[in-house]
């Protein structure tokens, strides 16, 4: 069983803050990986993607891939109230024709203004 | 440009019934995913086409589910004599190609009574 695994939270921090969502997952083989922010009733929203390890920056968005360590994490610098919201973490497991995502049950987040 | 678009935003059916669900991906996107999200539950993959191949369904949880794309587009997602358990929100996602950045559709919200 492929799985992704991501604490549920809820993370609180101050807006202005830095948050850290961190995921971790079981296929050593995998190759890409995602994250999406979920708002309440309303459908995933893709705002990085990371397919090498190290960093990568969108703005206020830092994406951290450790390919060895299985392990991958979403930094938000100056968290704004509108930043609350799930995030999830998708990878694209390893194997021949496997495109679909694998995701994890996400960790929601509030920014305290 | 446009994104996906899924029909209808919201469905209420009777146990026993078969609905349709339908989804209109990013023109130009020749991979489509059907996943479905549940109540605590962590989104799960159904079914995934890409272009003319032939579809990956490992996801669909049993025979009632089926699905069609027709054209190299347009998605329809059945279920046949529906249950309560199949109450959730249905999503479609699209990709340029196979292993690309998925974009999510608005999904229906399926309850069946």
């Known amino acids: 069983q492929k799985e992704v695994e991501q604490n549920s939270g809820p993370l609180s921090v101050p807006e202005g803050a830095i948050a850290s969502l961190n995921c971790t997952y079981s296929?050593?083989?995998?190759?890409?990986f995602f994250w999406y922010r979920q708002y309440s009733g309303k459908s995933p929203e893709l705002i990085m993607s990371?397919?090498?390890?190290g960093d990568k920056e969108d703005g206020r968005f830092t994406a951290q891939l450790n390919k060895a360590s299985q392990y991958v994490s979403l930094l938000i610098r100056d968290s704004q109230p509108s930043d609350s919201a799930t995030y999830l973490c998708a990878v694209n497991p390893s194997g021949a024709g496997s495109y679909q995502l694998t995701f994890g049950k996400g960790t929601k987040l509030s920014v305290i203004p | 440009g446009a994104g996906v678009s899924q029909s209808p935003s919201n469905k209420v059916t009777e146990k026993g019934k078969d609905v349709e669900l339908r989804c209109d991906p990013i023109?130009?996107?020749?991979?489509l995913y059907w996943y479905r999200q549940s109540l605590g539950q962590g989104l799960e993959f159904l079914i995934y086409?890409?272009?003319?191949?032939?579809?990956?369904k490992s996801g669909l949880p049993s025979d009632r589910f089926s699905a069609e794309r027709t054209g190299g587009s347009v998605s329809t997602l059945t279920i046949q004599r529906t249950q309560q358990e199949d109450s959730a929100v249905y999503l479609c996602?699209?990709?340029?190609?196979?292993?690309?950045?998925?974009?999510f559709g608005p999904g229906t919200r399926l309850t069946v009574t």
């Open positions: 996602a699209s990709s340029r190609d196979m292993a690309g950045e998925q974009y």
């Open positions: 023109s130009g996107h020749t991979a």
């Open positions: 086409f890409q272009g003319n191949s032939a579809p990956d």
């Open positions: 296929d050593r083989g995998s190759q890409s």
């Open positions: 990371i397919y090498s390890n």
